[in-house]
Structure formats: C-alpha cells, structure tokens
C-alpha cells in the first residue's frame, strides 16, 4: 500500500487516541523503528523524546527483547490462566515481588493500564465488604490526577481535566483533595497536606481506598510532588484504617530516579498497579500486587475469591517479555542512565525559562516538561517538531518528554534544543 492510500484508510475507519473521526488531526506512518529512532514510511527518521508514553524504556527493537518474544511464541503464546499455570507468569511474579516495596507479596497479572487501576478498586471494595465494613465503597484521590479511561478509573482523574463533566451521570462519586503544592525540592509546608486529612478525617467511614499517583502526577500535570505529602498520605490511611493504592503505571521501573516512585517517600502501598514500561514498550501488560492481608481478607469474606479474571490473563508472550525487560533494566546500570537523562533535561530544557511564554521548566529523573502559559496548538506544534526529526507530543499546556533510557547525550541534545527551539517560536507564527 502507498503512503497515501494508507493514511487515506486510515483517516477514514480508524480511531486514534482522544480525536474525532471527521476532524482528525494528521497521523505520521511508521515503517519501523529501532532503538530511540522511529523511521516513518516517508523514509524521515526521528528521534523518540516519548518513549511510546513511558514504555519503551529500554528502546525499540531490544534484541534480547524480541528474541524473547520470538522463543516463546513458539513455545506457547497462550494458554488460559484458570487451572494452568507456566513459567513466565511464575517467574515474572517472582520479580515483581522481589523488586516492588516491601509488604506486596500477591499478584494478579491483567491486560493494561487502566484494568489494573479497575482491579486495584475492587480489590479495595471486596477488602472492606470482608472485613464487615459494606459501607466503605468510596474513594479519595488527589486533584491533576490521571488513572485511565476506563469508568472506575475515570472517576479518580482529575474532575476539571478529567473526563467527568461527559460523564457525570454514570461516574461514581469520588472525593478530591487539593492537588500538593509543595514541588518535590521544595521544602515541605506542612499546610500542604490540610485538605487531604480534613477529607479523610471527615469521611473515612465510607472510604475504602485512597488512590493516587506517587510523587509524579502523570498526565494529569506532569507534577512532581514532596515525598513528605506522600508519608502523611501513609500515615492518615494507616489511622483511618482506609487502603492506599499507588497507581505507579507512569513511574514504575526507575522512570523518576527510583525504582518505583514510592522509594522516595520510603513507603509501601496496600495494593500498586504497575503496566507501561512493564514489557519494555514489547506490548500491553500490567500487573496489580497486594498485600498478603489485603488477599487473605478478601479469601476469607465472602464469596471467598477475588472476582476477576480477563480472557488473556497472564499471557506467556508478555509475561516473558516483561522478565526479560525486567532483568535488562536490573542488570543494566539504570540509575546512572537516568539521573544523566535528568541532569542533561535540567540543563538543555534551562533556556526555555528566559521565555515570556513559558510558565515553568522542570525535570525529574527521566522526564522534562515545559509547562507554557498558555495551550498549545498540537497539530502546528507536532510538525515544528517532525521537521526537525523529534518526536515530542505535547498536550494542553505541556511540552514534555521521557525519552528511553538508553538516549545518548547526542540525541538528547538534538531533542532539547527542539523543544527550546520550537517553544520559542510557539505564538510568533
Ligand atoms: C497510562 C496510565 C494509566 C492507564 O494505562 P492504560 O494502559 O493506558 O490503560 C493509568 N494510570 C496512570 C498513572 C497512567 O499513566
């Protein structure tokens, strides 16, 4: 098929993310891609500033990645997870409870993102149903969050950016605290936290979890917050016997510096919900972990079972895939990667602080963001960034990026001096 017939089809039958069917914005076709390059079908190539939203933490094409797909594939690429069990599930679980925080011993291994943030709810709700306490259904988050698309989970997004104006009707009813104020180097106002424990103090009768995201508040913002917020979130649910759950999709596997974002308070959730980079961008996974207390109080009320439990559960091409990310990331020096991404974003995204329309410039392990004043115009802004053979995907007011780990400082500076760059041509056009 020629370029243009294809994007013709395309823009005709398909979908993509969040756009209409009669006004699309302009799609880029992908030929391949391979380590931080995507190549286009046109024959550009451009640098990956995006990571295929957080997941490809590793780059495109990892042999070792796909050589493990190709192994399994042929070995068994599915089997239904009810009455068997193989080894990749068991040795993924293995990983994962090794490598999460202390205290999450139980997994349930699921499709993507947002059904795990669906799975971490009922777990939630069928934990309070077996202690006795049937009223406990509800949930508190924190404002400029975002937990996926799906119904449960939209209900915990942020409720002016979030979704739920559309659906008001159908949305259960969510209690928000005042998004933190206090930045992740700040120093920590111990005001920060008010709304949030007035809001459990006054409602942990009908609460049964408390869900956000740790320290880096995703698309919701692209905030990073203090660890002392996240400690006192600890402790009032502790107090108030209500569930925390971290949703660490975004953050997990060393995106913000540590290996998972509640490293940097030192705490650990109840139940954690980890997808994105699981797989190492191979393909969707994600994986929900529990406390053994939380799965023994759920076995021990009734019905007496966890009640879940999706088609492609634990899938044994994915599952090998994200151990064999997992001990690639493990194995490979990652926090030097990292922290060198995060020192070279501080550095190169610094001019864009001299500019009238920025608002704000900030990084914090492998993200950077540039926060403007005003939205941006994305279709503009996405070719400015295409022409100079970057790919970046800015969204509202945000320019931001977490690039694979295994960007070299070449092309981190190539991506950079883009965003400076386009910025500062943004609104003169
Ligand atoms: C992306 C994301 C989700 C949803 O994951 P999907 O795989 O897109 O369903 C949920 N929570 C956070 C924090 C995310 O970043």
Known sequence: MNIQALLNYDREHLWHPYTSMTDPLPVYAVESASGVRIRLMDGRELI??????????HGYSHPVLVKALCEQAGRLSHVMFGGLTHEPAVELARLLVEMTPDGLEKVFLCDSGSVAVEVAMKMAIQ????????????????RGGYHGDTFHAMAVCDPVGGMHHLFAGVLPRSLFADRPECQFSQSWDHR?????ARLIEQHHQELCAVILEPIVQGAGGMRFYHPQYLRQVRAL????????IADEIATGFGRSGKLFACNHAGISPDIICLGKALTGGMMSLAAVLCTDRV???????????????????ANPLACLVACASIRLLLESDWQQKVSRIESL??????????????EAVR????????E???????????????ARGVWVRPFGRLVYVMPPYCMTEEDLSIVTTAIVEVVAGEGRS
């Open 345 to 358: 974003l501080k550095q190169g995204l610094a001019p864009c602080r001299e500019l009238p329309q920025v």
């Open 192 to 196: 920060d936290i008010d709304s949030f």
């Open 372 to 386: 403007m004043k005003a939205p941006v115009v994305m279709k503009e802004m996405q070719a400015a960034f295409v």
């Open 48 to 57: 990956d500033g995006m990571a295929s939203w957080w997941s490809v933490i």
């Open 237 to 244: 649910c502790d107090t108030y016997g209500v569930l925390l």
């Open 295 to 313: 799965a023994e109080t759920i076995s021990s009320g009734s019905p007496g079972v966890f009640m879940h439990g999706p088609t492609f559960m």
């Open 363 to 370: 990084a914090l392990g492998a993200i950077g963001v540039v």
């Open 127 to 142: 934990y309070q149903i077996a202690s006795g306490r049937q009223k406990r259904c509800r949930f508190l988050t924190i």
